[in-house]
């Protein structure tokens, strides 16, 4: 195979990413652990939201992640389309199912927060909004896979799909950020970026490292998935074609 | 640059022999517009409170629903393959046929935009600056739509998909586009909204060519 | 994993000669072919065959430089094509398996359209000429949609003629044609070599244009290309 990157070999990968693996995941487990700990135990309530703002400590890190999922398969996408690195696309689509569920984790206990706070469900702040736009670009970029039957045309086109969406999402965050401002409607989130009390610093940044680990974790087991998917396939096809020797379209 | 020409005449030619699409498009617009007073109530100024966002949303529908025509029937008859192979680049090509798409679609949404500016009862300050917001946005829509277009050629069915991948992109030129009509209704300068839907179309217009040509290129192999 | 290949090309590789060196093409999962080479002089017509699956529409489709390959080089002359993709697009002619017709416009509108696409400037009677050449004369006003499976082929082959260019690429055009047919496409490929163009043709017929080369891929045993 032309293009071959000496890291491009799956066994190397696989065999280097398994050997990681078990530390990501006491990683994980450690992060999150101390993190909620201090998180839900050891930390002050907030004076006005009680108790309920120690959801933040799930939400920003996830808000704030489904971005750095996004940026990943952003740049996987362009590794995969510049320089046809074969793990690259697989890495990229891999990645788009955890960056889905941390958008699905940051709009749940958005709304969790908000409910005791100001009585419903839901609210469209900045924040909020760009997220759930995240959502729909992560949906519509798995969705793309799936419609081609051909894995490669697939990759590519996802690939090109992931780009243009990394390209438009500081427009579209801009746009929201500035709709926002035109309405004023209520802000859930007060406490963020360096305005956050030294104290919530911590657990907020323990979390952080939780939620760092466990897509990496899943992103390793999903890639190893991957790739054993396809042998399979790739073996399948050859199975078939050295059995049947059935002619099929030119 | 002939040839540039000559594939946006043969797109207007085909789209005009065609008939039914261009105003099929226009029905589209103004049946979504009408679908709201009968939902939300006549009430005036409800209505003109909501002028510019429902305009907007249906101009984005309208023109997501007719993006199949960009590449569609080129693709399934082989034409798609000649036109590639011939002298203009890709990027021309999808050039030449997402403006011959505005030409067939967006153009006429601006034209009808101030009868449903009358339809939503907009304050009549607005509609100088609804045709103008319309102007600038709906060839950002259909050159982003193009992208997508070009993305899902090869799919099969793939307007759904097309339309989940197009409209999140959508929404800063529905954003801009509906805070100029609204900051027009309200008194205040529009400037600043038309000059970032402005921006957002010359964006596209460097965009749009070059994923829409690698999108192609890819359906193509 | 080379498939058979049997390759007498006539003349010396020149400016005017598409080479293929090591050529191999991967579709979905599936190495098509590897190992290809050949060279297309002014000329010659190579016939290209094989069995369905084999390749020949890729390979076609890879001459046409809508499919890269996998690996190898295809050079004009002494150029890499894809230094110049557009002067190798203004010297190919492809017909593929569709016809490439437009029902909404008349037969002499789909000529002109395509004479124009492609850069060409042709006069009434060159459309007229290229209309009679494939029996289609005096069709030039009818609305394309009447045409029947055979006359829209012949349309779409009506093609080369109006819009010259020096390699043609066939891929199973005597598809839909009658006898008398493919004597107007014999005709047309004789008179393109005579004029120092070259022909690479796949198909199952056996065509009266004085062949020059012979191709043949056969459905090699192949390995899945690694994900």
Redesign the interface.
């Given at each position: 195979m032309p293009t071959m990157h000496r890291f491009a070999n799956p066994a190397r990968f696989v065999r280097i990413s398994s050997a990681l693996l078990p530390w990501l995941t006491v990683a994980m487990v450690g992060f999150f652990g101390a993190g909620l700990y201090f998180g839900l135990f050891n930390s002050p309530p907030d004076y006005q939201q009680g108790d309920s703002v120690r959801i933040m400590y799930v939400h920003v890190p996830a808000a704030t992640l489904a971005s750095g999922v996004y940026v990943v398969m952003a740049v996987a996408s362009a590794v995969a389309?510049i320089w046809r690195h074969p793990l690259a696309d697989v890495a990229a689509k891999s990645s788009a199912p955890i960056g889905a569920v941390f958008t699905l984790i940051a709009l749940v206990t958005g709304a969790l927060w908000g409910q005791p706070t100001w009585g419903t469900w839901w609210v469209w702040d900045a924040r909020l909004t760009s997220v759930l736009?995240m959502l729909?670009?992560y949906?519509?970029y798995m969705?793309?896979w799936q419609?081609?039957d051909d894995e490669r045309?697939a990759a590519?086109?996802a690939a090109?799909?992931a780009?243009?969406?990394a390209?438009?999402l500081p427009?579209?965050r801009?746009?929201?950020d500035?709709?926002n401002t035109?309405h004023q409607p209520a802000s859930i989130i007060r406490a963020d970026g360096p305005t956050i009390h030294p104290d919530l610093l911590m657990p907020l940044g323990l979390m952080w490292g939780g939620f760092l680990c466990f897509f990496a974790v899943v992103l390793i087991v999903r890639m190893h998935r991957e790739i054993v998917l396809r042998r399979i396939q790739a073996l399948q096809t050859l199975q078939f074609e050295t059995a049947a020797a059935v002619p099929q379209e030119a | 640059m002939?040839?540039f020409w000559?594939?946006v005449?043969?797109d207007l030619?085909?789209a005009r022999?065609?008939g039914s699409a261009t105003t099929s498009v226009a029905v589209f617009f103004v049946l979504t517009v009408t679908l709201f007073p009968l939902g939300i109530g006549p009430e005036s100024s409800l209505l003109a409170r909501v002028a510019g966002g429902v305009i907007w949303v249906a101009a984005l529908l309208a023109t997501m629903l007719s993006l199949d025509r960009v590449y569609q029937s080129d693709f399934e008859?082989?034409?798609l393959?000649?036109?590639?192979?011939?002298?203009?680049?890709l990027e021309l090509v999808a050039l030449a046929k997402t403006f011959a798409h505005w030409l067939v679609t967006g153009l006429l949404l601006v034209v009808l935009s101030p009868v449903l500016g009358i339809l939503m009862q907009l304050d009549s300050a607005a509609f100088g600056t609804l045709v103008v917001a319309m102007a600038l946005g709906t060839p950002a829509l259909s050159l982003i739509g193009g992208?997508g277009a070009a993305?899902?050629v090869?799919?099969k069915r793939?307007g759904v998909?097309l339309s989940?991948?197009i409209?999140?992109?959508y929404?800063?030129v529905l954003?801009?586009g509906v805070?100029a009509v609204d900051a027009a209704a309200d008194g205040i300068t529009a400037r600043p909204h038309l000059l970032?839907l402005g921006a957002?179309l010359l964006?596209s217009l460097v965009?749009s060519p070059v994923?829409s040509a690698?999108?192609l290129r890819?359906?193509?192999? | 994993m080379e498939p058979g290949l049997d390759v007498t090309a006539a003349g010396q590789p020149d400016n005017e000669t598409l080479c293929g060196n090591d050529l191999a093409c991967i579709r979905g999962q599936r190495v098509v072919f590897s190992g290809l080479s050949f060279a297309l002089p002014p000329g010659s017509v190579t016939v290209l065959r094989g069995p369905n699956g084999a390749g020949k529409s890729t390979l076609l489709?890879l001459a046409?430089?809508?499919?890269k390959p996998a690996t190898g080089t295809l050079r004009w002359g002494a150029q890499d094509i894809e230094a110049d993709r557009?002067g190798h697009?203004?010297r190919?002619r492809?017909v593929?398996?569709?016809?490439?017709?437009?029902p909404?416009?008349s037969v002499g509108?789909n000529l002109s359209?395509?004479a124009?696409?492609?850069?060409a400037r042709p006069q009434a009677q060159d459309i007229a000429g290229a209309l009679a050449a494939f029996d289609l004369a005096g069709l030039a006003a009818l609305p394309a949609r009447f045409l029947s499976a055979g006359q829209r082929r012949r349309l779409n082959l009506a093609?080369l003629p109006v819009a010259p260019g020096r390699l043609w690429l066939l891929d199973e055009p005597t598809v839909s044609l009658d006898s008398a047919s493919v004597g107007l496409l014999e005709a047309a490929i004789r008179q393109h070599v005579a004029g120092g163009g070259s022909v690479l043709v796949a198909t199952h017929s056996d065509l009266d244009v004085g062949a020059t080369a012979h191709m043949t891929l056969q459905a090699a045993h192949r390995e899945p290309a690694d994900a």
């Open positions: 389309l736009i729909f670009l949906l519509g969705g793309l419609a081609f045309r590519r086109a090109i799909l780009l243009v969406g390209v438009n427009i579209i801009f746009s929201v500035w709709w035109l | 002939l040839e000559a594939l005449r043969r030619l085909l022999r065609q008859d082989g034409s393959d000649l036109i590639a192979l011939g002298p203009l680049p992208i993305l899902t090869s799919v793939g998909l989940l991948l409209l999140p992109l929404i800063p954003i801009f805070g970032m957002i964006f965009l994923a690698l999108a890819l359906n193509l192999e | 489709r046409a430089g809508l499919l557009e697009r203004r190919i492809y593929g398996h569709l016809d490439a017709v437009k909404v416009l509108e359209m395509w124009a696409l492609y850069g093609r």
